[in-house]
């Protein structure tokens, strides 16, 4: 059996910050790091290979070309190889065209199952997962929390629902997104991290995985992000001054006003 | 359009590099080089002190995509679970009425499933026609037959926007539909415009995580597809006499690769607590010990309400879990939200933002958490909970 996990590297948005003269983004010393939810993914992936046993994982990704970090790391927690998808013709790339490109590539290495995390938590949209699986022609279920069970036929899980979850069942080949609860992410081993030093990374670009180009990048991108800007504090707020006591009082009478005591 | 570094004007400064959050600016022989990995976000376009990184247009910008002219219409695809119409759907028809005004056209509603009653409710609440399929393949959630069904209808009416909710069913089978039809979605839009000059749809939403907003455009594809966020928009106006069509859909071929065994409904008693209560006090770090709840707890109870807390205070194991509030917790929508010593992370955001009114009390006059609060109170928590203990006793009482 072949699994292939999309890992995405992102800059940790926990501590990214917008200069509020500037309105800009400060990403002095913000690190990169894989999405988390794609550890998960990576942990999913090997359990399975310890489970089934005769399975080849491969970590996937496009990016610039330091993304190799996010897969030397995937190979340190013990994926057994790694693609990056490296070239300028995938500049700009939305949702779409991201999942094509991916797809290109997944069609090209084999599979028998995707796992992608549920979002990346850069952009946030959790849209490439289910857009690559119509691409690639198969079913996708989103938001799994467990895998009950796994043959090379096929896979029942625990998808989540607003209210609980669903048990759900395909027929391998599927692609899934994850969510935190699936497990815990092992930390690589030394081992691993030897491995992962020495590890060749096989870079491809668009004509490696036949892509056509107006479907790549910019050119295949319908959304454009037009501008971004900081989220502003509400028109409506009211700061208090003065000692605890006079602000409390200021608060109270307000409250009083709007009938809420 | 691209990003593009006007190398005579580049001093090589490297103000550009760190303000990138894709890392997509390099030096490359004393210049600013923009990679391959630019997501256009424009971040840093205001920070060289040159004006040497400009947007030029590209051929792409230049041709004409599709003939825009032939789509028409705003669609709102309604989402049903367990035979109801979810209160996303109805806040959608809300801001779906207002688009489908602004643009002189109709407002449509799509159903899978539900009944009839369901569907003329969607009416009611602000559709001119309710497309609306009734089959067994729509009582539990597969991907497949929500995509080939509602592609096909896309195709064969055409309309120029087609909204759903940001929910699990909506995240997960909304990406397939646009993919099939090879045009955009914008994701979790927390609001949604017509500009004025083109038409074109203006989609906001968050990004990193809710850190900054972007505005979001599909200049050349048809439909202009978003998922919405639950509780941001407000729902129109319920008018039982409106009149309006059911059109019933053609159900044939629809299957499904994916298969629901069971579905279970979990609810825990402090989730329905929590989520039910009118007032929430919540605490963080900021109470220093786990006996800065014990205050809390008298506010709440004095308002009738419950205790929140943040992930960091529930780390600190000052309170339980089944107390947090936020992207790893609760969502919760109370008509009073009491933020105390808590410093507003995204992550804290995300589950309270839709409070209706928002109190924040923090020692730090900067502290993220102001920017969502109608009311700031800066102090340290225990001179300003006690006080307001105190007056909300001494109010109480003049009222008994
Ligand atoms: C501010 C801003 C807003 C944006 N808004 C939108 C929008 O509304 N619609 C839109 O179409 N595009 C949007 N984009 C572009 C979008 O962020 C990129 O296309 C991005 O490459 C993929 O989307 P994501 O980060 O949301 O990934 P998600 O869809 O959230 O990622 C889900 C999973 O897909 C896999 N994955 C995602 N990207 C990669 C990758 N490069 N390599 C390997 N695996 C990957 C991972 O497993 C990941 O966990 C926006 C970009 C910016 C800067
Ligand atoms: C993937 C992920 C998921 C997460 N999920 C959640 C989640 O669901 N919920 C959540 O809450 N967090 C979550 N977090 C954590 C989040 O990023 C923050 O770390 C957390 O919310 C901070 O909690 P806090 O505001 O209580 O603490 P801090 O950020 O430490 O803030 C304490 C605040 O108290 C103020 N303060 C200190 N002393 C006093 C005093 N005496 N009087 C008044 N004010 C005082 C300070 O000025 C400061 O603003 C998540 C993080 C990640 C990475």
């Known amino acids: 059996m072949r699994i292939v996990v999309c890992i995405k590297q992102v800059p940790d948005t926990a501590e990214v910050r917008i200069n509020p003269e500037t309105n800009t983004l400060v990403r002095d010393g913000v690190p990169s790091i894989i999405n988390p939810y794609d550890l998960h993914a990576i942990e999913a992936a090997l359990q399975i290979k310890e489970k089934l046993g005769d399975v080849t994982v491969t970590a996937l990704t496009m990016g610039p070309p330091q993304a190799e970090d996010a897969l030397r790391e995937a190979i340190s927690m013990g994926v057994d190889e790694a693609l990056l998808l490296t070239d300028r013709a995938f500049a700009g790339s939305d949702t779409l065209a991201t999942s094509y490109t991916l797809s290109r590539a997944i069609q090209k290495i084999g599979f028998d199952l ?7 938590i850069d952009g946030d949209t959790a849209q ?51 969510v935190r609860e699936i497990n815990e992410p092992r930390l690589p081993s030394l081992k691993g991290k030897m491995r992962a030093k020495k590890a060749e990374i096989k870079k491809l670009t668009h004509t490696d995985i036949d892509a056509e180009e107006d479907k790549l990048g910019l050119t295949g991108s319908p959304t454009a992000v037009k501008n971004i800007f900081a989220p502003e504090a509400r028109k409506d707020r009211k700061m208090f001054s003065g000692s605890p006591a006079e602000q409390v009082a200021a608060l109270v009478e307000e409250l009083k006003n709007l009938k809420c005591l | ?40 976000c ?21 041709t004409e995509g599709m003939d825009l002219s032939q789509f028409r219409g705003v669609w709102v695809m309604a989402e049903q679970r367990d035979g109801k119409v979810v209160d996303v759907s109805l806040e959608l028809l809300g801001a779906g009425r207002r688009l489908a005004d602004e643009r002189g056209s109709e407002l449509t509603a799509v159903l899978f499933g539900a009944s009839e009653d369901e569907a003329a409710k969607l009416i009611h609440w602000g559709a001119d026609r309710v497309l609306h399929a009734q089959s067994p393949v729509f009582d539990t959630f597969n991907d497949d037959p929500y995509v080939e069904l509602l592609s096909r209808l896309i195709t064969q009416y055409k309309p120029e926007i087609v909204l759903t ?57 048809r439909p202009q597809m978003a998922t919405v966020r639950p509780r941001v928009m407000k729902k129109g106006e319920y008018n039982e006499s409106r009149k309006g069509e059911i059109i019933k859909l053609d159900v044939e071929g629809l299957s499904s690769r994916t298969k629901v065994l069971q579905s279970i409904k979990e609810e825990s008693e402090t989730k ?18 786990a006996e800065g709840f014990k205050m809390l707890e008298e506010l709440a109870s004095l308002l009738d309400g419950a205790v929140g807390a943040s992930r960091a205070a529930v780390d600190e194991g000052w309170i339980s879990y089944s107390h947090q509030v936020g992207q790893t917790g609760k969502t919760v929508c109370p008509k009073i939200y009491i933020a105390c010593g808590i410093s507003g992370a995204v992550q804290h955001l995300v589950g309270m933002q839709s409070s209706d009114i928002i109190i924040a009390i923090n020692k730090n006059p900067d502290a993220p958490i102001f920017n969502v609060a109608n009311y700031g109170i800066v102090g340290d928590v225990y001179e300003v909970v006690p006080e307001l203990i105190k007056k909300i006793k001494e109010v109480k009482g003049s009222c008994q």
């Open chain 1, 114 to 120: 995707v796992i992608c995390g549920k979002q990346a």
């Open chain 1, 128 to 178: 490439v997962g289910p857009e690559m699986a119509e691409f690639l022609n198969i079913p996708h279920i989103a938001y799994v929390k467990a895998i009950e069970e796994i043959s090379t036929q096929g896979i029942r899980v625990q998808r989540l629902m607003e209210e609980g979850y669903d048990i759900v069942e395909a027929p391998l080949p599927v692609l899934l997104t994850v």
């Open chain 2, 1 to 40: 359009m691209r990003i593009k570094v006007d190398r005579d004007l580049c001093t090589g400064c490297e103000a550009c590099v760190d303000s990138c959050p894709y890392d997509a600016i390099e030096i490359k022989d004393e210049k600013a080089f923009i990679n391959e990995y630019c997501q256009l």
């Open chain 2, 42 to 62: 424009r971040n840093c376009l205001s920070v060289c002190p040159e004006g040497a990184i400009k947007e030029v247009e590209t051929e792409e910008d230049r």
């Open chain 2, 165 to 221: 909710g940001a929910t699990a069913i909506g995240r997960s089978f909304f990406p397939r539909v646009a993919a099939r039809l090879r045009t955009g979605l914008t994701a979790d839009c927390t609001s949604l415009e017509i500009d004025k000059e083109t038409g074109h749809l203006l989609q906001i939403r968050p990004a990193f995580g809710g850190n900054i907003m972007a505005t979001i455009l599909c200049p050349k594809h």
């Open chain 2, 272 to 289: 329905v607590n929590l989520q039910e209560a009118d007032v929430i006090v919540a605490g963080g770090r900021g109470l220093g010990k």
